[in-house]
């Protein structure tokens, strides 16, 4: 249960932060709304996993799940274009949350 609140965090934070894009600097007011609302959503179920999960992992693979997504989203939705140093680079990310949650001590299971 805890990783699935986890997991709606981040796609509550990729929603929030794709829309926002689209806001405009928040001057327009749909996206803007949705913006606040997904990130109010994001933050309240990423604290009710900071219940039972360390902070330090949650906040890993929050944070490392959403560059991934944010970046897939951007490349999907908004035309960004990913080189390959930024592909690479989100491996790294993507390593390092794997490492921490396989290898460490400090993590939640």
């Given at each position: 249960?805890?990783?699935?609140?986890?997991?709606?965090?981040?796609?509550?934070?990729?929603i929030g932060t794709s829309f926002m894009k689209q806001?405009?600097?928040?001057?327009?007011?749909?996206?803007?709304?949705?913006?606040?609302?997904?990130?109010?959503?994001?933050?309240?179920?990423?604290?009710?996993?900071?219940?039972?999960?360390?902070?330090?992992?949650?906040?890993?693979?929050?944070?490392?799940?959403?560059?991934?997504?944010?970046?897939?989203?951007?490349?999907?939705?908004?035309?960004?274009?990913?080189?390959?140093?930024?592909?690479?680079?989100?491996?790294?990310?993507?390593?390092?949350?794997?490492?921490?949650?396989?290898?460490?001590?400090?993590?939640?299971?």
């Open positions: 249960m805890n990783y699935l609140l986890l997991a709606a965090a981040i796609v509550a934070e990729v806001s405009d600097g928040f001057s327009k007011l749909l996206p803007s709304a949705v913006t606040a609302l997904a990130y109010i959503v994001a933050f309240y179920c990423l604290s009710l996993t900071l219940k039972t999960i360390p902070t330090g992992i949650a906040y890993a693979i929050w944070s490392g799940s959403g560059i991934v997504l944010i970046a897939a989203a951007a490349w999907i939705f908004q035309g960004q274009k990913l080189d390959l140093p930024a592909m690479l680079g989100m491996a790294l990310i993507v390593a390092g949350v794997v490492v921490m949650n396989v290898f460490s001590a400090s993590s939640a299971h």
